[in-house]
T-cell receptor, first 112, second 112 residues
Framework: DAKTTQPPSMDCAEGRAANLPCNHS???????VYWYRQIHSQGPQYIIH???NNETNEMASLIITEDRKSSTLILPHATLRDTAVYYC?????????????FGSGTQLTVLP | DAGITQSPRYKITETGRQVTLMCHQT?????MFWYRQDLGHGLRLIYY???????DKGEVPDGYVVSRSKTENFPLTLESATRSQTSVYFC???????????FGSGTRLTVV
């Protein structure tokens, strides 16, 4: 599995963009980057994933550097409900399925 | 209702008892997963399944048994519960590799 490194915590003002970085310098050419978040006591929620091109959906944007060694998840207008732990994951393949290995993630706190 | 459901939401059991946690999904997703989440360890993969009758061990399989006779169900059994298995258990499903996982709401298990 490619190891990912994220800052343990970040703050963001409500209404501003939240930019969450992730380093994955050992990622291989065909490995995707996935982002999930977990709001307190709930199951993790899929946000977005990408390979090399930037991606956008209704929740967020994902910017992947050209060398693919890092990425940034962008929440364009953070709200209080976006307070959660955000996980950047490069799934490994073992056995019969590609598996998600959750690290410590980044605790994002959106401040009023 | 469509989705992925876990039951029970809360369970208290005694050491040595057998307990089964249920997971049911209505999408006919091929892949299903069981994770446990403990303070200080994050989410750890217990078992996963790529299809009916195909199961594989994850990171922490000891003390657990799974089965998948039907695509929609993936029960997790603790054959002889121990206090160290006190945790929050999350089930997830995925249509196929490369797709995001959808997680259930979790089962909070306490072994006394």
């Amino acid at each position: 599995d490619a190891k990912t490194t994220q800052p343990p915590s970040m703050d963001c003002a409500e209404g501003r963009a939240a930019n969450l970085p992730c380093n994955h310098s050992t990622i291989s050419g065909n490995e995707y980057v996935y982002w999930y978040r977990q709001i307190h006591s709930q199951g993790p929620q899929y946000i977005i994933h990408g390979l090399k091109n930037n991606e956008t959906n209704e929740m967020a944007s994902l910017i992947i550097t050209e060398d693919r060694k890092s990425s940034t998840l962008i929440l364009p207008h953070a709200t209080l409900r976006d307070t959660a732990v955000y996980y950047c994951i490069v799934p490994g393949v073992r056995g019969s399925a590609r598996q998600l290995t959750f690290g410590s993630g980044t605790q994002l706190t959106v401040l009023p | 209702d469509a989705g992925i459901t876990q039951s029970p939401r809360y369970k208290i059991t005694e050491t040595g008892r057998q307990v089964t946690l249920m997971c049911h999904q209505t999408w006919s997703h091929s892949y299903m997963f069981w994770y446990r989440q403990d303070l200080g360890h994050g989410l750890r993969l217990i078992y996963y399944s790529a299809a009916a009758d195909i199961t594989d061990k994850g990171e922490v399989p000891d003390g657990y048994v799974v089965s998948r006779s039907k695509t929609e169900n993936f029960p997790l059994t603790l054959e002889s519960a121990t206090r160290s298995q006190t945790s929050v258990y999350f089930c997830a499903s995925s249509l196929r590799q490369g797709y995001g996982y959808t997680f259930g709401s979790g089962t909070r298990l306490t072994v006394v």
